[in-house]
């Protein structure tokens, strides 16, 4: 009897442990599904946003200017993309950094001319204007390449790409910044210090009565002047920059073949030698021309003044005797 209840109570603590067991084994695996579940989308974010990144500030060929890229940024500026319109949106590094951008379009054959002016007019559109341009023809002398460079406010620059015809083919984009923040706090300073300078000395030399001092302060307001003049372009020429964008659109049409334009460089010394040994030879030419052009008149020259001495000699008088006493 009590080797029966040992077994039934043997039995018993089995299969409860075997329960046990079961239980615990399904609640792990109920963990590790929900665990997946929960952390799989936050684990393959960064890997996507990792793969959607490029370097140098430079998108890849073959993009459209209407999804130019995703996560690029600039030397000194940041560039993200909004995935979900395709748009280049740009950062804000401050207020005192020029900004630029280089971008190379691949367009559809026969429509430079007309791609030209739609990169002309979307920049004067955002209050920008032409900087330079420069075009290149192919074999037949059709212009099938060029470049224009705008200058648009800084914060119109990411919308001037985002505004290109979908049919412009990115084949780069490269942005750089610079930031003149130091250079233009130290020009604000030294104006300010310059101004308060030139108000003592006016107001000096409104109380100077010798003519060695009035001369003296004069002196010193014009150089001061001259300074400011300086300095005030300097940072006329700073703002500019850092409150227009440079922005660069090259175009070129599929497959074109461009054929190089020789452009002078002005003079050189193998050119001046090249052109006085021209002018040599014409001087030459010139006077070998001249001469066979005389020779004719030469020897009709010289015939008269032969007939003129045989006719001479015969018609001279003879000489008359001599008397003698």
Partial sequence: MKARLILLSTMSIVTLAAVAACGSAAVRSASTASGAVE?????????????????????????????????????????????????????????????????????????????????????VALNGYVISSQTSPNAKGQIVSGQVTLAVPTASMASLLNSLPSDFTASSINFSSVDDTNSIVDLNARLT???????????????????????????????????????????NSLT????????????????????????????SVSSGVSKGWNNVLLIVTVALEVLVTAVPALVLLAIGWFVWRLRRRRVAPAAPAEVTA
């Fill in 39 to 123: 952390f799989g989308p936050a684990a393959a974010a960064p890997a996507g946003s990792h793969a959607g990144s490029s370097s140098a500030g430079s998108l890849s060929a073959g993009v459209p200017s209407s999804g130019s890229s995703s996560g690029t940024s600039g030397s000194s500026a940041s560039l993200s993309a909004d995935t979900s319109s395709g748009d280049i949106v740009l950062g804000s590094p401050g207020t005192d950094v020029a900004r630029s951008v280089t971008a190379a379009y691949t367009i559809p054959t026969g429509t430079f001319l007309q791609s030209f002016d739609t990169v002309i007019a979307t920049g």
């Fill in 193 to 235: 210090s310059a101004q308060a300078h030139l108000t003592a000395l006016q107001a000096l030399l409104a109380k100077a009565t010798s003519l060695a001092d009035i001369t003296t302060l004069e002196q010193q307001i014009e150089d001061v002047e001259t300074s400011i003049d300086t300095d005030q372009g300097q940072l």
């Fill in 240 to 267: 500019q920059a850092v409150t227009h964008a440079t922005v660069t659109v090259q175009l070129k049409e599929r497959s074109a073949v461009t054929v190089a334009v020789k452009v002078s460089t002005g003079p």
